[in-house]
Every structure is written in C-alpha cells, then in structure tokens.
C-alpha cells in the first residue's frame, strides 16, 4: 500500500558538481524521519521531498548541511493588512517563524510589511496562509501604492458615519458644561449607539478573536472588551429601569480610535513619500532608434545595446551613456546635487533624471533591476523594512504589554468593586484602564522615524542601506578616509616622467604604457592617457601585485612598475633621485618606479613618474566640519609618506597612515577603533571594501565601485565628502526621534494607566487620550522631513555672515 504523502516540499542546493554529489544527498535525506521520498536534481540543484510531517523540513535541511552543502536563503517581501499594534508584529512573526525552513521574519508595522528569509522555494501560499492563521491578510509585495488610496478612502467613510452617530450621544455631556441638563432617550441612545458598537466597530471584534484564537492579544482585544464592557452595562441597567447609562462612552471611544487610526494612516503615508517620490522618476514609455527608425515602446522592451533618443525636459528613461548631443542634466532627486550638470559624448546619465536644453542620444548600458534608480529604490526599502537593535527591546516589551493591561483592569474592577460596594464605577475604571492602555505608539516609535530619516536622506543624496549603521553612526568618534577617489579627485595626471640614462624618455613612457594597458587604476589611465597616440610595444605575462605595482614582460625582458615600498623590496638603487623625490613629495605628488628585472644582474632603475591628483575642493571643509564636532579625522593611503603628509598637512587631517597594503587597512581601522572608539571608514575603490566591512560604519562614494557600495552601510551618491558629516547629522537627528517616541510611548502608559485605575479619567477621555497617542508618535518622527543638510545651512550662515 503506497502511503500518502502529507506534505511536498522543494528546498536549493548549492555545491553538488556530479551524480555523486546527488547521491550523497538523496541517502542523506532518505535518512531523516518523516521523508517519505527524496528527489535530487542536479541540473535545477533542487530537492523534492514528501514528507509525512511538515516538522520534518527542519530536519531534511540540517541532514543537506551535515552532508558538505548549503541550503541557501530567499528573500520574500509580504504586505499585511490588518495590523493595529506591536503585539499584532509579533503575533506575525512567531507565526512565520513556525514554518519549516524559515530563517528569519522581520514585520514593520509602519509599512505594513514582512521581509522573510526562507529557504524553501515555492513557500508563497504558506507564507500567506500562516499570516492568515493569525488573523491577517497577506499579499505578495508588488512595488505599487495604487490601492493605497481605495483603503484610506474607506476609513474616511466608515470614521465619518460613526462620528455621525456619536456627535448626538456625546452631546449632552459638552453642553452640560454651559448649564443646559438634558438627555437622550434611553432607546434613541441604544440605536444610536448599537450601529457604532457592531458595525463601524466590527474590526476591533474580528481582529480580537483572530487575537484571542491564535493564543495572543493585541490592542483591539482592550478595545473590543471596554467597549463591550461599557456598552453592555448600560443595555443591563436600560432593560432594568435604571437612569445611568454609558452608550455615549462606547460609542465615542470606537470613533475616536477610528479618528486615531485615520490620521495614522495619512501619517504614515507621508513617511513613505521618499519611496513614491522615487517610483515616480521612472518613465512609462522610451523613444527606441532601431535599424534607422525611431518607435515608442514600454520601458520594459527597452534592450541593453539600444539607443534611446531624449529630448529636451524629457527625464530620461535608462541608465546609458551619451553617444551624440550635448546637455544640462538635473539630478537632484537622485544625487541630492542641486545644480544641473553639463553632459557632452562619453559622460554618463542616470535614469529619471530630467534632461535640459539638447536633444541627446544614449546607449542603454543598464535596465530594469540593475539600473541605478532601482537599486536606489531597493536600498531605501531594505532600510525601512529592516529592525534596528533597539527595536528588539521595544518587541520583547510588547509581547508582555496586553497581558500586564488585561491584569490591570481586573485588578482595578474587583479592587474598586470591593472596597467601594460600586460595581458599576469599578467596571468604568476597568473599562478606562482598558481603553487607554496603547501599545500602538509603542510599535510605530522606531519604524517610522527610520522611514522619515532614510527618506530624507535618500533625497539629500545619502543612501542608508543598513539600519544598523544608521544606529550607530551617531556615535562615531573617528572617520578614517581613502585618499585616491575619496580626498582628492581621483582623476590622476602624469605630471612629469624622468628618465635614468640610457634610458630616453620616449622610451620609459612607451614601456610604463605597455606594463598598465588594460589596467583600471588611475594612475595607469593617467600614464595611458599621456601615451596616446604613440606605438606601444607588446607586453605579456602581466600580473598585478597587490598594493606594490604590476610585472611584465616586454620583448623577453622583464619589468616592473611600483611603489618606492616595493622597489626597496626589490632592491632598486634610487639614493641617485632622493633631492628630487623629496621635491615632488613636498608637493603632493605619488611616485611611481620603472625598473628592469634580470636574472643575472642587479635590477636597473629606468624611470621616476611623478602623478597629480587634485584635492577636491568639498575635503577641507568636511574635515572642518568634522572637527568642530570633536570627531577626529585620519587618512589611509598606499601612497608614499611625504606625500600623504603633504595632503594631511593642507587638509589639516589629525593623523595618516601611508604605504597601507590593501590587506592592511582592515586592521588599522581595528587599531583605530581600540585608540579611539567607534569608527567610520570613507573609501570608492575595491581595495577599500575589507576596510568598508571592518569599520562600525562603512560609508562608500557612490562615485566607487559596486564592491565597495555593497560592503559599505552608508553610500554617498555624489563624490562629496560633506555628505559624511550629514550623514552623520541624520543618524543623531534619527536616533533622537526614536528615543523621544519610545519616552513618549512609555510615559504616557506609565502615567495613563495608573490615572484610569485610580479612577481619575472618564473613559471617553482615555480614548482620546489612547486615539492620539500613536498620532502624536508619527507626526514627530515627520517632522524629519524638514532636516536639511549641517553643511549647506553652515556655507549658508558663513555667506549671510
């Protein structure tokens, strides 16, 4: 009899190379309890597995690592509709972290969303249905807000009807004030009051049972028991003749919350503008010249290779590169640079900018998800969904924040109800108790200050991948910079060439070119460059030496082209140039050495190249700036000592560390952070990634290499080092948001609470009280839409001056 498999599940598998790798694996799986059937594929690198029980997921993974392979993780982004509070979080995320082979759940509640690392494939319909098991809907993230506005519409509808109803209710208390008694009818006020309750008041009952259900409780389970407590005494003492009744509170607490989370969605729409802001640079059609003729067609046929025409106020369609025109590009959006930028043949353009007067040609080199505007999207929206550390504190409390209340009120009704004799007052205390008790602000306190920080930023030109780097910045003591790329230019220049006799001058020039064509490194580009046009000869064999220079061959003969560091190594006699070296040093300039290598004789000096490479005009200030805020500043270089002394001694740095091996700047900023404290590390190159990684925060130029943005937390989208300084500024403008919401969020409990069960606070009061609350938390965090960067309001304060 064939046994029925309870569960299918498809897990990746990376590292097998052959059928024996497959059969490894297939007796290790075929091993675990619970695996009915196992299928290996090696072309897919997948597994297929039946399993009698869902449990056994867990284990099939840990027996796939135990036989040499990985199981590697997928992101899956959810949106959830639903959530009202921090305890609804956490009842998501335990739910998703039940399911076999999920790594790590992490729920925003202020976007709604759920990022998930899972290692099983195909896991879609069980993410949604065990967000379902909780009581919540769950969707697929599509990177759209166009049913965002259906939904608040309808809050506005359902808030209005239920004020509608409960103005009349309320009414007599506000006019009782003025000296004007009177009172609805007992029945009018239940009518009034049941459509509220029942009705415009049903989501607070279905979230609570789902609550309830699922073995947790949220903000709604308060609500839908005071006001049920509140609505029910008073149909009690209507059927039983008796003159006080609550409708009015039932009713107006359920439109004031219904208030609250009205204006909690507005606000926290506006939290997420930046993403919108971003979403709507990217244009629908392309203007597409094929075979001679130009079509119009979605962005989405647009090839790589294809040559998009832009006219003039068009944003431009696609990252490429200008092949004919010339114009003024506006990058504001998406650099932060306020001016527009000149753009001739061979420059770059970056899609959904705006294009100015001329009518321009460019070569598509990058579309869809590899395009800069979309990884620029994509960073934002990792920032935002991701928790901070201190957000953890901030769960570990809510988890425990509903059940404490639910005490609370109990220990209020039997504590008020006994010493008193009044039930009836012992249960309004309760039911305030109940009503004013919020962990919504508490839930909403960190996510949105970091979605209004890192929109803002984003805008400015500064992209926070990681929130942890955001959380930390604030506290950096030291930021150590790279010189080439960073501090100057990095567009280096042969300033001089001076060749050792016999060697002619035309003929070290030809045999550096050789030894760096093909080469990447600026000073190579600038050797290159003053070469052009003239005959090289032929190297082979050439190999680069990390941090020291590159070896050749040329005509059988070997080279070498370096540092002073490694031509020491090499032993190169160079005391015949030391008067010059010490001239060209003070200046500023980097050395590089020409030599020739042979095996039966000494190595011979051919040649001392001398480079530029202009300090940029924004790196003096941003030391400045820097300074004045007691962080020191300290510079990391392969370049030789004098002239990064030089360099250090104009910008006025505190400390360098020159001849660093790429290899070696990880540990010096180690070094660094014991001297000095936490460490910020500026660099663009690849060298600089180790360095990037190694410090508490990694700040890359967004002018560097994609190596060193991704290792970075914190990339620069213009080549200004004053953006570090305000990116330092938004961390602690950030941090301090979220410390004033999580103060807020506390006090207002720890005083509310106790308030409402000494029976101080009228229950329509707490519910105001509680409505406003989480408002009050995001119309804070909003106010970081108004920063603007510390350096341009300090170049404005010097101008006014």
């Not at 509640?109 to 290692?119: G, N, V, W």
């Amino acid at each position: 009899m064939k046994t029925t498999a309870a569960h299918s599940l498809k897990l990746p598998i990376a590292g097998m190379t052959c059928a024996s790798c497959v059969a490894r694996v297939e007796r290790a799986l075929q091993a675990v309890p619970g695996v009915l059937e196992a299928s290996v594929n090696l072309a897919t690198e997948q597994a297929s597995l039946q399993l009698a029980d869902s449990n056994a997921g867990t284990a099939a993974i840990a027996a796939i690592e135990r036989s040499g392979f990985e199981v590697p993780a997928q992101q899956v982004d959810v949106d959830i509709l639903g959530m009202t509070c921090a305890s609804c979080v956490a009842r998501v995320e335990k739910a998703l972290l039940k399911l076999p082979g999920v790594v790590s759940a992490e729920v925003n509640l202020a976007t709604e969303r759920a990022r998930i690392s899972t290692r099983v494939l195909q896991q879609n319909d069980a993410l949604l249905a065990a967000v379902a098991s909780v009581g919540f809907e769950g969707r697929l993230h599509r990177a759209t807000s166009a049913q965002a506005a259906p939904k608040h519409d309808q809050q506005a509808w359902t808030l209005i009807a239920s004020c509608a109803l409960s103005v009349p209710l309320i009414l007599p208390m506000l006019t009782s004030v003025f000296g004007l008694h009177w009172m609805l009818p007992g029945w009018l006020q239940l009518l009034l009051a049941a459509p509220v309750q029942f009705v415009f008041g049903a989501r607070f009952y279905r979230s609570a049972w789902h609550a309830v259900r699922s073995g947790g409780a949220n903000m709604d389970v308060l609500v839908a028991l005071g006001t049920s407590a509140a609505f029910g005494l008073s149909g009690y003492q209507l059927a039983a003749g008796g003159m006080h009744l609550y409708f009015e509170a039932s009713a107006t607490v359920i439109s004031l919350v219904l208030l609250g989370k009205w204006l909690e969605a507005r606000a926290k729409r506006q939290t997420s503008d930046a993403i919108r802001a971003l979403q709507a640079l990217r244009p629908e059609v392309a203007q597409v010249r094929r075979a001679g003729a130009e079509l119009s067609m979605p962005i989405s046929s647009v090839r790589l290779g294809d040559e998009v025409v832009v006219r003039p106020g068009e944003r431009i369609p696609v990252d490429g590169q200008i092949l004919e025109g010339r114009s003024h590009v506006d990058e504001s959006l998406i650099s932060g640079e306020s001016l527009p930028i000149a753009k001739e043949p061979g420059a770059t353009v970056t899609g959904g900018a705006i294009n100015g007067e001329g009518l321009l040609l460019v070569r598509t080199t990058a579309i869809g998800a590899q395009s800069q505007l979309s990884r620029i999207i994509a960073m934002v929206e990792d920032a935002q969904v991701h928790k901070p550390p201190i957000q953890h504190l901030v769960d570990r409390v809510a988890a425990i924040f509903v059940p404490v209340v639910l005490a609370i009120a109990l220990l209020t009704l039997l504590a008020w109800g006994f010493a008193s004799g009044h039930w009836e007052q012992a249960l309004l205390n309760a039911v305030a108790v109940l009503v004013i008790a919020c962990p919504c602000a508490l839930g909403l306190a960190t996510p949105t200050a970091i979605m209004a920080g890192t929109g803002v930023a984003a805008r400015h030109g500064i992209l926070i991948k990681d929130v942890d780097a955001l959380e930390v910045a604030h506290g950096i003591r030291i930021v150590a910079f790279d010189k080439t790329g960073t501090l100057t230019r990095g567009q280096a220049e042969l300033i001089c060439i001076e060749a050792q006799a016999p060697t002619r001058h035309d003929e070290a020039l030809q045999l550096a070119a050789a030894l760096q064509s093909g080469s990447e490194h600026p000073l190579a580009k600038a050797v290159l460059h003053a070469a052009a046009q003239r005959q090289l000869p032929l190297a082979q064999n050439i190999r680069a030496e990390a941090g020291r220079g590159l070896r050749g061959e040329i005509d059988g003969k070997s080279y070498v082209l370096g540092s002073t560091r490694w031509m020491q190594e090499l032993g190169v006699q160079l005391a015949a140039c030391d008067e010059r070296v010490a001239t060209l040093q003070a200046a500023g300039r980097t050395l590089s050495w020409l030599a020739q290598l042979a095996a039966d004789a000494p190595p011979r000096l051919l040649a001392l190249l001398a480079f530029g490479d202009e300090v940029r005009a924004e790196s003096r200030e941003a030391i400045a700036l820097l300074k004045a805020q007691g962080i020191r500043t300290a510079m990391l270089t392969g370049d030789q000592t004098r002239s990064a002394q030089a360099i250090a001694q104009h910008l006025a740095l505190n400390s360098i560390n020159a001849e660093v091996l790429p290899a070696d700047k990880a540990g010096i900023v180690a070094q660094l952070r014991a001297q000095y404290g936490v460490i910020a590390m500026v660099g663009d190159g690849i060298n600089d990634a180790p360095a990037l990684a190694a410090a508490d925060v990694g700040i890359a130029m967004g002018s560097g290499t994609d190596v060193a943005m991704q290792a970075a937390g914190i990339t620069l989208m213009r080549a200004d080092p004053r953006l570090v300084v305000d990116a330092i500024d938004i961390s602690r403008r950030c941090l301090g948001k979220i410390r004033q919401n999580l103060f807020w969020a506390f006090i207002y409990n720890l005083i509310g609470i106790p308030l409402a069960a000494a029976g101080l606070l009228n229950p329509v009061i707490a519910g105001a009280a509680m409505a406003f609350s989480s408002v009050s938390v995001v119309l804070n965090s909003l106010s970081l839409r108004r920063w603007k960067p510390q350096a341009a309001q300090q170049r404005r304060s010097a101008r006014q001056q």
